[in-house]
């Protein structure tokens, strides 16, 4: 059984008359006649009762005709999507998101833009930290993901776009005595327990976080850690410590809780979404050059 015996029975089926399905399928009659006959040859029933007058479909052929055109139009649909996929306009695409990320508003925005170009395109999300999604990126169990910067991206395994960059925010307890000013030095916290996320959720920017205390001649006094960056805001407004927190999570609002900026040189912090090097389908490129396109009107 081939396709083309299938099209050749369904142009039959649908005009009842070999020589109109001949003239629309633009061939002969007899080669047509013939590929019919081995169509029935091969499924060992006839599709159609013949005289000189009319042709008619057998209890088998009308089955046979329905299931054909069920057939046909999923092939369609299937070359469609194929098509769709080759171009990026279709598929799936996994896509990961930092914790910390999900809070600022580009993170939202590039994805609804992104949305709003491609709707064919099924999204599945990740959502877990820097470390873990950069991991699963390289072993191929992930496509792309929206990662916290400072992160060592090696450039001969990973390509990325940076997406936004933030200043870090220090965030007080209810009822601290510097709560009541805008901008603090690090310099004025030397009492202050700090609470940090796990070193191994994010190396770079837990140590640019150290040593931002250390230029500012304060020793911190690391306190209970948080599960993630997000989580901190919690523990600071039960009173575990202070924290220093990229600005959007600022978003995050608990009782009591204020957000400061820090004097001096910025504290900075960073998304960015990142591929592996080699990565070559078009959907993925279709978020990277989003991904650019937004960072330059954000």
């Not at 590039?110 to 990740?126: E, N, S």
């Not at 510097?178 to 920017?205: H, M, T, V, Y």
């Not at 230029?215 to 600071?236: C, D, F, H």
Request: charged share 20%.
């Amino acid at each position: 059984m081939e396709l083309r015996q299938l099209r050749y029975f369904l142009a039959v089926a649908e005009t009842l008359n070999f020589t109109r399905a001949a003239e629309r399928l633009g061939m002969a009659q007899p080669p047509l006649s013939q590929q019919i006959r081995k169509l029935e040859a091969s499924l060992g029933t006839p599709l159609f009762h013949r005289d000189r007058r009319s042709v008619t479909l057998t209890e088998a052929g009308e089955q046979f005709r329905s299931d054909v055109q069920r057939v046909l139009a999923d092939l369609e649909a299937a070359r469609g999507q194929a098509l769709a996929t080759a171009a990026g306009t279709g598929g799936r695409l996994s896509v990961g998101f930092a914790g910390s990320a999900v809070f600022h508003p580009g993170v939202a925005q590039l994805m609804r833009t992104y949305r709003h170009r491609y709707p064919g395109v099924q999204i599945d999300p990740v959502e877990s930290n820097t470390p873990t999604l950069a991991a699963s990126i390289n072993n191929a169990e992930l496509d792309c993901a929206l990662v916290r910067l400072p992160f060592d991206l090696d450039h001969g395994r990973y390509r990325y776009e940076v997406l936004v960059e933030e200043d870090m925010r220090l965030v007080l307890p209810p009822g601290h005595a510097l709560a009541d000013r805008d901008d603090i030095a690090l310099s004025e916290l030397s009492n202050d327990a700090l609470i940090l996320f796990p070193r191994s959720l994010g190396p770079k920017l837990y140590d640019s976080i150290l040593l931002k205390c250390q230029a500012a001649g304060v020793t911190p006094r690391l306190a209970q850690q948080s599960p993630q960056i997000s989580s901190s805001i919690n523990m600071v407004a039960a009173g575990f410590g202070v924290a220093i927190v990229p600005e959007s999570i600022a978003s995050v609002h608990a009782p009591g809780v204020s957000y400061h900026r820090l004097t001096g040189r910025p504290l900075v912090s960073g998304i960015a979404l990142v591929c592996r090097a080699e990565e070559a389908r078009p959907a993925v490129a279709n978020l990277m050059a989003a991904c650019k396109a937004i960072r330059g009107a954000l």
